[in-house]
């Protein structure tokens, strides 16, 4: 034998096929399934032209995108100041396909039954491929509503807002067909209590809604700054308030706005954040003058609603990419889908990412029928209620997902370790665990009706004795207001299981319902994999595996 034969050590085998290229729409059988559910079904060859993408060369993106992170430009070679943020192509791509398929401008553009659906359908996917660049899109979609506060602004810049046209040239407004906005609310000294803040907003002229105004002060936390203008909170004498401030003045020179530095973040590599000092900013207030916080919290709802959205997507991804090497991986002569053990892990992470999709999307239809003051009221609490559960609970879910791959998940060969990064972001972004726990009981005791609505959207368990006691426990927690805000977490947790458990049971499909109120509701164990016995647990992978 020669010694180049004798140098061959080994055949590459036992490994799972690449998934490069799969439609991660006609994949995801309970995606399709409550989309339809929740009105969303008209939109199925959109989304099955997304998915296209998405599993393909918006998935290539994202791993060229995270390889090459934002760089940024304070000054050019020759000592101008430039304050300019560069991205690597794939990162454009991304973008530009997003904005060419409505992903900021869908539910605003064509506002029928299921739009708001529809859009977290696309984002569900575009999340998958690449959720960085969500921080721009979910922005930009958010943004909406405020800027309706204030007619005159909204005149002007709402056009290129909702506009299919992605342009990252930095110039004026003026020039472009389409704009993206981003958001600066926290400083150094307070975080998430912007009432510490101490930027401060002097009147050019008048004062008042819709008037100009010079900002001098900083943000600890701008997300991309590379957009063509931000919603900002700054004091006037009257309080805080909500202004619109652009990149660039009127005249087309450029506005008072300098970036510090790019943070070094734990994930979201593809995206820049980063800290800026307002030096005499030119911004228009937006909304009445002291009322800032109310202003922007119309903005901060529908981004709250997109990091459930988005970290429904992680899960999501992390599952397909479990399931996928589990279906073809085999261990002791036997794949590892249909063994015992894996088979519980899997199906129970299967649950967990049906619930929290189940919940995304009961979401987003609330907000399709905002106009229902029911629906409105419903969308106030579970905004604060998804966004805590659903965040809280996708890097633990992600991190079993990648133990599933073993060694192969834990390198950055594979997309899982990027998932992992990506997770924390979401619970932490636009208000951490503790913030939305509050937030639940304020909206609890201060709003009416918030409880009515809840219990009415609960129902009497819909025959499951197992709900019922769920449902009857948790009227009896809220109506104990001894240290409520010690309990605030378990409170936030267990209305989540609750509505969790009923969408899945009032869906139809017995197989995911009694199987999720066994495993969530009853005693299972505190990690996953510990579903009781009797659960149909190869159905449940079967129902959530890729199907390619």
């Not at 995606?31 to 060859?45: I, M």
């Not at 993408?53 to 000592?79: C, I, Q, T």
């Not at 907003?201 to 700054?225: D, I, M, R, T």
């Amino acid at each position: 034998m020669t010694a180049s034969v004798l140098a061959e050590t080994h055949d590459v085998f036992n490994q799972a096929p690449p998934l490069d290229g799969t439609n991660l729409y006609r994949a995801d059988l309970p995606l399709q399934e409550w989309l339809r559910r929740y009105h969303g079904g008209w939109a199925d060859a959109r989304l099955e032209a997304y998915g296209a993408l998405a599993g393909g060369p918006l998935m290539e993106a994202g791993f060229l995108a995270n390889a090459h992170k934002p760089v940024f430009k304070s000054h050019d070679r020759y000592g101008h100041r430039l304050d300019l943020v560069e991205f690597h192509p794939a990162y454009h791509a991304l973008m530009r396909t997003a904005v060419e398929h409505g992903l900021p401008s869908l539910p605003w553009t064509d506002p029928r039954p299921g739009a708001q659906v529809a859009r977290a359908g696309l984002t569900y996917l575009h999340s998958q491929a690449e959720a960085a660049s969500g921080c721009p899109l979910t922005m930009t979609y958010a943004s909406v509503p405020a800027l309706r506060l204030q007619p005159d602004l909204a005149e002007r810049w709402l056009p290129k807002v909702l506009s299919t046209t992605y342009d990252p040239r930095n110039v004026p407004m003026e020039q472009k067909a389409g704009v993206t906005l981003g958001m600066a609310m926290t400083e150094k000294q307070g975080g998430t209590d912007v009432r510490a803040n101490t930027t401060r907003a002097h009147p050019v002229g008048l004062p008042g809604p819709g008037q100009a105004y010079e900002l001098v002060g900083h943000k600890w936390f701008c997300s991309a700054p590379m957009c063509d203008a931000f919603l900002t909170l700054a004091y006037t004498d009257k309080g805080l308030s909500c202004f619109l401030l652009p990149r660039h003045r009127p005249d087309g020179s450029r506005n008072a706005f300098y970036i510090q530095r790019l943070k070094d973040k734990l994930g979201n590599w593809a995206n820049a954040s980063s800290e800026v000092e307002y030096r005499g900013a030119l911004a228009w207030m937006i909304g009445e003058e002291g009322r800032g916080v109310p202003t922007i919290i119309e903005m901060v709802a529908l981004t709250r609603f997109d990091c459930m959205v988005g970290s429904s997507a992680l899960m999501r991804q992390a599952l397909t990419q479990a399931i996928h090497h589990c279906s073809h991986r085999q261990v002791g002569g036997r794949l590892l889908a249909d063994q015992p053990l894996m088979q519980n892990v899997l199906a129970d992470l299967a649950l967990e990412s049906e619930a929290a999709l189940a919940l995304s999307l009961r979401m987003g239809n609330a907000l399709d029928n905002a106009h229902d003051e029911r629906e409105s009221t419903f969308a106030r609490l579970v905004t604060a209620v998804g966004k805590y559960w659903v965040c809280k609970r996708a890097p633990a879910m992600i991190n079993e997902a990648a133990e599933c791959l073993g060694g192969a998940g834990y390198v950055e060969d594979s997309i899982l370790p990027r998932l992992y990064r990506e997770a924390p972001v979401n619970s932490t972004w636009e208000g951490s665990g503790n913030v939305q726990c509050l937030d639940v009981l304020r909206a609890v005791s201060k709003e009416p009706g918030v409880l009515e609505v809840l219990f009415d959207e609960l129902g009497d368990g819909h025959g499951d004795a197992r709900l019922a006691a769920k449902i009857g426990a948790l009227k009896a927690a809220f109506a104990d207001t001894g240290e409520i805000q010690y309990r605030a977490r378990q409170l936030a947790e267990d209305v989540a299981l609750t509505l969790q458990a009923k969408l899945l049971l009032e869906a139809g499909n017995a197989t995911v319902s009694d199987a999720f109120i066994a495993g969530r509701l009853g005693e299972g164990g505190r990690v996953y994999g510990t579903l009781p016995r009797g659960i149909d647990a190869a159905a449940l992978v079967a129902r959530s595996a890729p199907h390619v």
